[in-house]
């Protein structure tokens, strides 16, 4: 039995899927010197893997998910622990029949081979099934089973082989020690165990459901929380035990009642996402001596099953009341949950101390690459920025934030969600300061990092009967749900007068000192080294030139930068930059980050109108000579001191006002005082978000830019690149050499009528098809997709973005969208970032 | 026709290691969850065998809410009646739960319900004090045997069958009778899922304690200490695989 050896390269806590995955990669990357430990014992230390179901479905509306699912099963695959045994996911209403003509979307676009079928094609797969229980399926013939224990012992086995590693069960992690660098920052020194302490640089928690009680010890939040997800087994039934092999027949996933049916050898296993949010606190998950069976395999509660049960048997009476089948085994089995259902990744706050947790069998393998990936590369193959542990807000690292969501969103598992759907639990964490106001304006709210939002506002609605048919309304109801004309109508009136939009939710920080200059051209792609008073608009990208993030930066003083940027990701922005920082170049000073997001408020004002509004409000110059694009300054609007910048992401002539949070109230009841009698109106982040940009053919992070895009695919490259070196310069130089693998094009709906009359509006994610309707693929193998769809109401069009094979991308090339599983023709307005409105940039001026 | 009660009691599961609460009257149930005893789970399938002609088998317990997870348990393996005597159970010592189940026998006699044999555990998991069988029989003036394995009935006789110091042994009793029923003697079934949802319907007669409890006069619970580990390695590696065969024959689970 080995010891735990007083030294290590790296550390990684936990022998799930997860952990043994990790070791396996780290290895083959050349890592050296890992240390695996685990306070349970070998295969099966007793975490979630030990009890999973191991099925796999590849079909997932997130792209990131489905391709580490993918990369996961070509890894299963690989380890010969992957049987393909099909899948039906079951519609027994109409509503869920939609649900999966919009997964046959994501299907397409991801590329995975499926099908909706009719009851009786189940059946003939599936013979004991009922077929009045249901009207239709989705059939994924790649559905298959893992075997998810022995795919670990073999990643762990190979990681062995190679002498890189060495692997120490049933010692439990008691602390971890941490210690601050010269500029504030801490690092991980030691991993304390019952077994000796550990000391390491790198870290890994990869512990599952156990993991925020292991991040407590060095003082960082791991959001999750174990939570049950029940299952009984049921057998041996005769129909089962005449096969040969673990499964001979597909997984049935009963989405309506929540519920799925798995074979296992002789038994039907019955699973549930139907019951009540049951979540425990990883201190209270019993110890290997204290449970019955494993740790996460919890006393089954039989109540709150029994309404599945009733309907897991009329969907297959004489399978489960087969002569002599018995429920067997039953449990309330413990996975893990986050806030917003993605997995936690990436390196914490505490330099050198990873995770890789939340994450489910049908991913693992996949995470165990890509985290493996980023901590030799700096980057994974696969973008994963939404799973990044840095994308968390303070609010949400509360475990109070996980129960609540998680609670909301369990019964979710399998549920219908609209892409645009909000979250109701623990919401107003943070108000901006005309919060109030928004409210008296009938504001409807949308939540971006704990923001409330206004997306559009009721008292705008009279402007419904001003524009008419050109807000461009939905008929149909879920084209139109969280959607409303009012955003269109907000629109027009910006572009023919003004609108005042709250940005508050801006992520903001300064970077100030001798090394100010240095870490943000080193961060950004675009040249940096400007004079004083100048706004950048830059693209941040990885090493490999995939986009981390596309932000402004303003430089306020000869050292001193601020960096604004959007909410969602601003976390991530604000890690990556603190990545980056130069912190003490020749001994002249610290270099240092300041958060500055709840200091300051950011109001949009824009439109034709802008100007002159600002005028009348200030007795500073605002002309075009004196004021000029891409420029910031303080000024005084009527006494109140706002940091100006003329930029603009909705297309129009205007600003965005920088003013202390406590006088923000006050500055926007000055504009839309000032503004009122133009015209101007206070308008959503529907427009701001959607509408504004997307007439102008803006990219936005995590829809047309991430981690596998690049600005040339984008169409954003530059004549020139800076001299000064950057992270990802040398693969930005090489992909400018190379002729791009897709083209980020711009397209317009040419007819919206569906075969039943009623007119639909494409929401994003759907694929882009020829106008026969066949598949189109790209120089890497991927197939176009919508990444961002919306009204473009100045133009009397519905407006899509995709990435389309090269030689796919010609203005007026015509092509077809298919939107549950009806096409509609499409055509190409724009193929590099040139808006479809204004392409000359004349309005902003 | 044999009409049988048959007493459970809501205990911890035991089979881990036992947490005991912090004021040390019982056995905390928090992490492995709850269960009835495997003696009782034996009288459980008795009963069901007893009367799988078509007769009355009635679970009863004395327990809080909750307890009526172990009622259902037994209507899905068998039982067809269940009666729930909702208290803390705490609070009753084994005179207490005799007095009580007493009243249950008679009140459902005087209904036309007669229980002609009453099976109850040997022991109950958690407090172990081997008393209500024969406080039971005591109070209702009935032969009982105990600690057997198992039961048969038939012309109004029981016939039971146990291990006793000189060897095995068989008792027979006329009916009315109770008897206590140790684990091993039959093989306790699993629910199915039809048995399940039909537990599910069953109605519940709830019940007041008859009586006020004169308590289980318990100082406290104390834990043995832990025992020493029995784990004996057979040796390492392919060597070791002669070892192992030879204990898997021991056994039994192995067939050559």
């Given at each position: 039995m080995a010891t735990v050896p007083s030294t290590a390269r790296a550390v990684v806590i936990g022998a799930g899927i997860v952990g043994n995955s990790l070791v396996h990669h780290l290895a083959r990357l050349g890592w050296r010197d890992i240390v695996q430990i685990d306070k349970g014992p070998l295969p099966n230390p007793g975490g979630s893997t030990g009890h999973a179901s191991n099925f796999i479905f590849p079909v997932d509306h997130s792209r990131e998910i489905t391709d580490l699912t993918l990369d996961s099963v070509r890894q299963y695959q690989e380890m010969g622990v992957f049987t393909q045994s099909g899948?039906?996911?079951?519609?027994?209403?109409?509503?869920?029949?939609?649900?999966?003509?919009?997964?046959?979307?994501?299907?397409?676009?991801?590329?995975?081979?499926?099908?909706?079928?009719?009851?009786?094609?189940?059946?003939?797969?599936?013979?004991?099934?009922?077929?009045?229980?249901?009207?239709?399926?989705f059939w994924?013939?790649?559905?298959?089973?893992?075997?998810?224990?022995?795919?670990?012992?073999?990643?762990?086995?190979?990681?062995?082989?190679?002498?890189?590693?060495?692997?120490?069960?049933?010692?439990?992690?008691?602390?971890?020690?941490?210690?601050?660098?010269?500029?504030?920052?801490r690092r991980i020194t030691r991993v304390r165990t019952t077994g000796g302490d550990i000391e390491a640089e790198t870290v890994v928690i990869a512990c599952g459901v156990w993991s925020p009680k292991i991040g407590d010890m060095a003082g960082i939040s791991i959001p999750l929380t174990p939570a049950v997800h029940q299952m009984i087994s049921v057998g041996p039934c005769p129909q089962l035990a005449e096969q040969e092999g673990e499964i001979s027949f597909p997984i049935v996933r009963d989405m309506d009642t929540f519920c799925y049916e798995r074979q296992h050898g002789a038994d039907m296993e019955v699973g549930s996402y139907a019951h009540r949010a049951i979540l425990h606190e990883p201190e209270d998950i019993p110890s290997i001596e204290q449970a019955k069976l494993s740790p996460t395999e919890m006393p089954f509660t039989s109540d709150d099953f029994d309404p599945q049960l009733e309907q897991a048997y009329e969907l297959m009476p004489e399978l489960l009341g087969a002569e002599g089948a018995e429920m067997r085994y039953a449990i309330n089995g413990l996975l893990s949950l986050t806030c917003d259902g993605n997995p936690i990744l990436g390196e914490s706050?505490?330099?050198?101390?990873?995770?890789?947790?939340?994450?489910?069998?049908?991913?693992?393998?996949?995470?165990?690459?890509?985290?493996?990936?980023?901590?030799?590369?700096?980057?994974?193959?696969?973008?994963?920025?939404?799973?990044?542990?840095?994308?968390?807000?303070?609010?949400?690292?509360?475990?109070?934030?996980?129960?609540?969501?998680?609670?909301?969103?369990?019964?979710?598992?399998?549920?219908?969600?609209?892409?645009?759907?909000?979250?109701?639990?623990?919401?107003?964490?943070?108000?901006?300061?005309?919060?109030?106001?928004?409210?008296?304006?009938?504001?409807?709210?949308?939540?971006?990092?704990?923001?409330?939002?206004?997306?559009?506002?009721?008292?705008n609605a009279h402007l419904l009967d001003v524009y008419g048919d050109a807000v461009m309304p939905r008929e149909h109801e879920w084209d139109s749900r969280w959607w409303s004309p009012i955003i269109n109508a907000e629109h027009l009136r910006m572009r023919e007068a003004a609108g005042v939009i709250d940005l508050s939710a801006f992520c903001i920080f300064d970077?100030?000192?001798?090394?100010?200059?240095?870490?943000?051209?080193?961060?950004?792609?675009?040249?940096?080294?400007?004079?004083?008073?100048?706004?950048?608009?830059?693209?941040?990208?990885?090493?490999?030139?995939?986009?981390?993030?596309?932000?402004?930066?303003?430089?306020?003083?000869?050292?001193?930068?601020?960096?604004?940027?959007?909410?969602?990701?601003?976390?991530?922005?604000?890690?990556?930059?603190?990545?980056?920082?130069?912190?003490?170049?020749?001994?002249?000073?610290?270099?240092?980050?300041?958060?500055?997001?709840?200091?300051?408020?950011?109001?949009?004002?824009?439109?034709?109108?802008?100007?002159?509004?600002?005028?009348?409000?200030?007795?500073?110059?605002?002309?075009?000579?004196?004021?000029?694009?891409?420029?910031?300054?303080e000024i005084q609007v009527k006494g109140v001191p706002v940091l100006a910048s003329r930029i603009s992401y909705v297309g129009e002539l205007g600003w965005e006002l920088y003013v202390p949070m406590d006088q923000a109230a006050e500055l926007w009841e000055t504009l839309l005082e000032a503004g009122g009698p133009v015209g101007a109106v206070p308008v959503g982040i529907g427009v701001y978000g959607t509408t504004g940009r997307i007439e102008k053919g803006y990219r936005a992070y995590g829809y047309e830019l991430d981690g596998e895009r690049s600005i040339v695919e984008a169409g954003m490259q530059r004549p020139k690149v800076k001299v000064a070196d950057f992270v990802g310069r040398e693969a930005y130089l090489r992909q400018r050499d190379e002729a791009p693998a897709a083209v980020l094009c711009t397209m317009t709906v040419d007819d919206h009528t569906s075969a039943s009359g009623v007119k639909r509006y494409m929401l994003g994610g759907e694929p882009i098809l020829t106008r026969d309707g066949e598949t189109?693929?790209?120089?890497?193998?991927?197939?176009?997709?919508?990444?961002?769809?919306?009204?473009?109401?100045?133009?009397?069009?519905?407006?899509?973005?995709?990435?389309?094979?090269?030689?796919?991308?010609?203005?007026?090339?015509?092509?077809?969208?298919?939107?549950?599983?009806?096409?509609y023709p499409v055509t190409v307005g724009s193929v590099d970032a040139t808006g479809l409105l204004d392409p000359t940039n004349e309005r902003i001026r | 026709m044999t009409n049988v009660l048959v007493c459970v009691k809501r205990v911890p599961d035991s089979s881990s290691e036992v947490v005991l609460t912090d004021d040390g009257q019982s056995v905390d149930g928090r992490y492995a969850g709850f269960t009835m005893s495997a003696h009782e789970e034996c009288a459980v399938e008795i009963a069901a065998q007893v009367t799988s002609g078509g007769d009355e088998a009635t679970v009863l317990t004395l327990g809080d809410a909750d307890a009526v997870e172990q009622l259902r348990a037994s209507l899905a393996v068998g039982c067809t009646a269940a009666t729930h005597v909702v208290a803390d159970p705490q609070r009753f010592g084994p005179a207490d739960v005799a007095r009580e189940i007493a009243v249950v026998v008679r009140d459902h006699e005087a209904q036309g319900r007669s229980h002609d044999l009453v099976l109850l555990g040997n022991d109950a998991a958690d407090s172990g004090d081997f008393q209500v069988g024969i406080r039971l029989a005591y109070e209702l003036g009935r032969p009982v045997v105990n600690g057997v394995n198992t039961v048969t009935v038939a012309d109004g006789v029981v016939t039971a069958t146990g291990s006793g110091p000189d060897g095995h042994e068989t008792y027979r009793v006329p009916l009315p009778a109770v008897v206590t029923i140790l684990?091993?003697?039959?093989?306790?079934?699993?629910?199915?899922?039809?048995?399940?949802?039909?537990?599910?319907?069953?109605?519940?007669?709830?019940?007041?304690?008859?009586?006020?409890?004169?308590?289980?006069?318990?100082?406290?619970?104390?834990?043995?200490?832990?025992?020493?580990?029995?784990?004996?390695?057979?040796?390492?590696?392919?060597?070791?695989?002669p070892a192992v065969v030879d204990v898997l024959e021991k056994l039994g689970v192995l067939a050559r």
């Open positions: 899948g039906f996911e079951l519609a027994r209403t109409p509503e869920r029949m939609e649900e999966l003509r919009r997964r046959m979307s994501s299907a397409k676009a991801w590329g995975i081979e499926a099908h909706l079928v009719d009851p009786d094609f189940v059946k003939e797969k599936v013979p004991f099934i009922e077929t009045d229980q249901f009207i239709g399926a994924t013939p790649s559905v298959g089973v893992v075997d998810s224990l022995r795919a670990g012992t073999i990643m762990r086995e190979n990681a062995l082989a190679t002498g890189a590693l060495t692997v120490v069960p049933n010692v439990e992690v008691t602390g971890l020690d941490t210690e601050e660098d010269a500029a504030g920052r706050e505490v330099r050198g101390l990873w995770t890789a947790a939340a994450v489910w069998i049908k991913e693992g393998p996949g995470v165990g690459r890509a985290v493996a990936e980023w901590m030799t590369n700096g980057h994974p193959e696969i973008d994963v920025n939404a799973s990044d542990i840095s994308r968390f807000h303070q609010h949400q690292k509360r475990r109070e934030h996980t129960r609540l969501r998680t609670t909301e969103a369990f019964i979710k598992t399998y549920g219908i969600i609209h892409p645009s759907e909000q979250y109701e639990s623990d919401r107003g964490q943070r108000l901006s300061p005309m919060h109030e106001s928004q409210k008296k304006l009938g504001a409807f709210f949308y939540e971006t990092a704990g923001w409330e939002r206004p997306h559009w506002y009721e008292s970077i100030e000192g001798p090394g100010a200059l240095e870490s943000v051209q080193r961060t950004c792609v675009a040249q940096c080294d400007v004079a004083v008073g100048k706004v950048i608009y830059t693209p941040v990208l990885d090493a490999a030139g995939g986009f981390r993030s596309d932000l402004t930066v303003m430089r306020l003083g000869d050292d001193v930068f601020r960096v604004v940027t959007g909410g969602a990701h601003g976390m991530a922005d604000r890690k990556w930059f603190e990545d980056q920082l130069v912190s003490d170049p020749d001994g002249a000073g610290a270099t240092t980050l300041t958060d500055r997001t709840d200091a300051v408020s950011t109001i949009g004002l824009w439109g034709p109108r802008a100007r002159d509004i600002l005028a009348s409000l200030t007795g500073d110059d605002v002309s075009d000579e004196g004021f000029g694009f891409l420029t910031c300054r189109l693929t790209d120089g890497h193998g991927h197939h176009p997709y919508v990444t961002s769809a919306g009204s473009a109401p100045s133009l009397g069009k519905h407006v899509l973005m995709a990435y389309l094979p090269p030689d796919q991308a010609t203005v007026g090339n015509r092509l077809a969208v298919s939107y549950m599983e009806e096409l | 684990e091993g003697g039959v093989q306790p079934r699993y629910p199915t899922v039809p048995g399940r949802m039909k537990a599910k319907k069953v109605p519940i007669e709830e019940r007041t304690p008859a009586a006020e409890p004169t308590g289980p006069k318990r100082v406290r619970l104390l834990l043995p200490p832990p025992a020493p580990s029995n784990v004996e390695i057979l040796g390492t590696g392919p060597e070791a695989a």
